[in-house]
Every structure is written in structure tokens, then in C-alpha cells.
């Protein structure tokens, strides 16, 4: 037999409830493609404004199992150029390089980079740190 305090809960129905362990939703871009992928974070970086952004939106892009295009790429240099975030601009490269699957592909990146790269002005890592 239970007894009663007299209190009752106002929340028994409908109020939220939090919990101590997290639960994963795929989210709005569970079903995008590679195209819209790509569209989603070349627009992302086109409208970045302060550094947070920008290192916000690099970590999302490179969460994901893939490899954005060399479009993304260029307008998050272009982002980081905007916002004078050199070091962020540098490590744009290392986490390419971290994403890709083999040094021939990122080698083909660092190509279709080539004149960005040098028309702003970021170098690699490796060539700062050739001993590296």
C-alpha cells in the first residue's frame, strides 16, 4: 500500500525530461547528397563572419565521413581570409590532409588549391616545417 504525501507532481504529464545520456537524431541532413553537401557549406563559409563561425563550420564539415570539394575549400580560405584567421587558413590543409584517404589525393587537392593557396598567402605546414 503506498501512501500519499499530499504533493503532487505538476510535471507527471508534459513537462520535458532530461537525461544523462545522449541520444543521437540524425537531423535535417541525414539524407543529403555529395552535391548538396557541398552547396550547404560553401554557402556555411560565404556568410562567416568571425573566427567561431569559421572554426565551427570547419568542424562540421570535417565531422562527416566525407571529403568536401575544392569549392569548400577555397571559400573557407575565403572565410578565413576575411575574417585574418592565418593559423585557420594553414590548418584548412591539415585537416584535408587528415580526411583524405591517400597522399595521391591530397596531392590532387593541393593542386587545384595551388593558386589560391598563393594568391592569398598561405602556405602549408610542410613547407613552414619542411623537418616536420
Known sequence: MSRS???????A????T?????VRRSGAHAEESYDEFNARFEKEFDGVQDVFELQ???NNAFAYDIVPNTD??????????????????????????AKVQNVTEYNEYLEETKEDREEMGVPLKEEMYPDE
Open 18 to 22: 532530461f537525461s544523462t545520456s545522449g
Open 5 to 11: 504525501t499530499g504533493v503532487t507532481n505538476p510535471c
Open 56 to 58: 565551427r563550420n570547419l
Open 72 to 97: 569548400v575549400v577555397r571559400a573557407a580560405l575565403r572565410a578565413a581570409r576575411r575574417v585574418h584567421d592565418f593559423p585557420t587558413a594553414v590548418r584548412i590543409f591539415e585537416g584535408l590532409k
Open 13 to 16: 504529464a508534459g513537462c520535458p
